[in-house]
T-cell receptor, first 115, second 114 residues
Framework: DVKVTQSSRYLVKRTGEKVFLECVQDMDHENMFWYRQDPGLGLRLIYFSYDVKMKEKGDIPEGYSVSREKKERFSLILESASTNQTSMYLC??????????????FGSGTQLSVL | AQSVTQPDIHITVSEGASLELRCNYSYGATPYLFWYVQSPGQGLQLLLKYFSGDTLVQGIKGFEAEFKRSQSSFNLRKPSVHWSDAAEYFCAVQSGGGADGLTFGKGTHLIIQP
C-alpha cells in the first residue's frame, strides 16, 4: 500500500525554536508538497519540490524553508517558530506520469502547537 | 491566479437523503478539478477528478461530480448519504501545465443527522 509518512502526529514547541517536520514517501514520487491547514482557511501551499534539491515557493512561504536531499524525503523547517505557525501541517506527494499531479497522496498530518 | 470557492462552510443532511456540495473555480483555461475528503484525524483522500472528456465523473464511495464550464462549477453529489460520509470535503483546482500544487477551497463540513 502506498504511504506518505509524517514523523510526528503531535508536536509542541516554544516560540523561537527551530522546528523540523519530516515527511517520507515510499512511492518513488518526483513531486512533494507541504501544506498547512487552518480552520476556515482550508489548505494553503507552503512549498513544493519537483526533484531532489529543487524547491519552489507556494502561496505562503514566509517563515518557512524546505530541504529535499533525497527523493523520498521532504523536510519543512521553521527557522524560528512563532505562535501564528500553530497549525496542522500536511505533506503530500505525486508522480507526474501522463498528467501532472493526477493524484496527491497525503500523510496523516502533524499538529504543531507553538507556545 | 486560480482560485476555488466553496460557498457552504457547513451542511447538515439526514441519513439517506441526497447531497450536493458546491464548488466554483476561477481559472482561464480548462482546469484539472478534484474533490478530496478528510475524515476526522485522517489525511486527505481523493474522491474523484476531472481532466477532460465526459463532464460527469464517477468517484469512490458512490460520489459523482459534474463539470459545468458555463457556470465554472464542479459540484459533488451523492444520491443517498451514510453516517460514515460525515467529514470535511475539499474541492481543488490545478492549472494544466505545471508541477505545482493544487489550490484548495476552504472546505465544507458535512454533518449527517440520524
Amino acid at each position: 500500500d502506498v504511504k506518505v509518512t509524517q514523523s510526528s502526529r503531535y508536536l509542541v514547541k516554544r516560540t523561537g525554536e527551530k522546528v523540523f517536520l519530516e515527511c517520507v514517501q515510499d512511492m518513488d514520487h518526483e513531486n512533494m508538497f507541504w501544506y498547512r491547514q487552518d480552520p476556515g482557511l482550508g489548505l494553503r501551499l507552503i512549498y513544493f519540490s519537483y526533484d531532489v534539491k529543487m524547491k519552489e515557493k507556494g502561496d505562503i512561504p514566509e517563515g518557512y524553508s524546505v530541504s529535499r536531499e533525497k527523493k523520498e524525503r521532504f523536510s519543512l523547517i521553521l527557522e524560528s517558530a512563532s505562535t501564528n505557525q500553530t497549525s496542522m501541517y500536511l505533506c503530500a506527494s505525486s508522480s507526474p506520469g501522463g498528467q501532472r499531479n493526477e493524484k496527491l497522496f497525503f500523510g496523516s498530518g502533524t499538529q504543531l502547537s507553538v507556545l | 491566479a486560480q482560485s476555488v470557492t466553496q460557498p457552504d462552510i457547513h451542511i447538515t443532511v439526514s441519513e439517506g437523503a441526497s447531497l450536493e456540495l458546491r464548488c466554483n473555480y476561477s481559472y482561464g483555461a480548462t482546469p484539472y478539478l478534484f474533490w478530496y475528503v478528510q475524515s476526522p484525524g485522517q489525511g486527505l483522500q481523493l474522491l474523484l477528478k476531472y481532466f477532460s472528456g465526459d463532464t460527469l465523473v464517477q468517484g469512490i464511495k458512490g460520489f459523482e461530480a459534474e463539470f459545468k464550464r458555463s457556470q465554472s462549477s464542479f459540484n459533488l453529489r451523492k444520491p443517498s448519504v451514510h453516517w460514515s460520509d460525515a467529514a470535511e470535503y475539499f474541492c481543488a483546482v490545478q492549472s494544466g501545465g505545471g508541477a505545482d500544487g493544487l489550490t484548495f477551497g476552504k472546505g465544507t463540513h458535512l454533518i449527517i443527522q440520524p
